[in-house]
């Protein structure tokens, strides 16, 4: 799986929007990005992946660059729940014919939501 | 169950002792995933199971931990003659091959304590 880069941690304000930069230059061709978060004392919850194009659902949007080596993760009006660790993961998608579809996580980036 | 469920929710042990950790996947999830986290610390992979491939066993960290997936549903992870830097939080996931979204779903963790 592609290495990724992130900020150890950053801080929004209540009610702004929260982005937050991956940047995974090895990227392979058949590899997505995933974004998963973890809370304080609870286990990782997803929340959004993508392969090019950019993705929207409840909880975030992702804006991948054109070139796949970069992506965002926007939380468009952050709140004070939303103070996690985020981590950025690339990796084969499982229906991609490949063998090896382990999550491997990074240090993550801490974003505190302060009020 | 709706989600991943793993038990015990907390043990603790003596030094030397066997520990065996219990995950029940999501029904219908063909993949499951072991995962450590030591305090303040990142989450580290242990094994990943996917049907009735061959484990990647890439990330146990010494030869005193197993786990084994009967079944291909409950796993049970091992670990013999504890030490204290065994001592961490045990996370569980699964998550459902053939699909593009293969969004893991993680237990809430079994604390581990070695004393």
């Known amino acids: 799986d592609a290495k990724t880069t992130q900020p150890t941690s950053m801080d929004c304000a209540e009610g702004r929007a929260a982005n937050l930069p991956c940047n995974h230059s090895?990227?392979?061709?058949?590899?997505?990005v995933y974004w998963y978060r973890q809370i304080h004392s609870q286990g990782p919850q997803y929340i959004i992946h993508?392969?090019?194009n950019n993705e929207t659902n409840e909880m975030a949007s992702l804006i991948i660059t054109e070139d796949r080596k970069s992506s965002t993760l926007i939380l468009p009006h952050a709140t004070l729940r939303d103070t996690a660790v985020y981590y950025c993961?690339?990796?084969?998608?499982?229906?991609?014919?490949?063998?090896?579809?382990?999550?491997?996580f990074g240090k993550g980036t801490l974003l505190t939501v302060n009020p | 169950g709706a989600g991943v469920s793993q038990s015990p929710s907390n043990k603790v042990t003596e030094k030397g002792k066997d520990v065996e950790l219990r995950c029940d996947p999501i029904?219908?999830?063909?993949?499951l995933y072991w995962y450590r986290q030591s305090l303040g610390q990142g989450l580290e992979f242990l094994i990943y199971?996917?049907?009735?491939?061959?484990?990647?066993k890439s990330g146990l960290p010494s030869d005193r931990f197993s786990a084994e997936r009967t079944g291909g549903s409950v796993s049970t992870l091992t670990i013999q003659r504890t030490q204290q830097e065994d001592s961490a939080v045990y996370l569980c996931?699964?998550?459902?091959?053939?699909?593009?979204?293969?969004?893991?779903?993680f237990g809430q963790g079994t604390r581990l304590t070695v004393v």
């Open positions: 996931a699964s998550s459902r091959k053939g699909w593009v979204r293969t969004e893991a779903f």
């Open positions: 090895t990227i392979s061709g058949n590899e997505y």
């Open positions: 993508g392969l090019k």
């Open positions: 993961i690339v990796r084969v998608a499982e229906n991609s014919g490949g063998s090896n579809y382990k999550l491997t």
């Open positions: 029904s219908g999830h063909t993949a």
């Open positions: 199971f996917q049907g009735n491939s061959a484990p990647d």
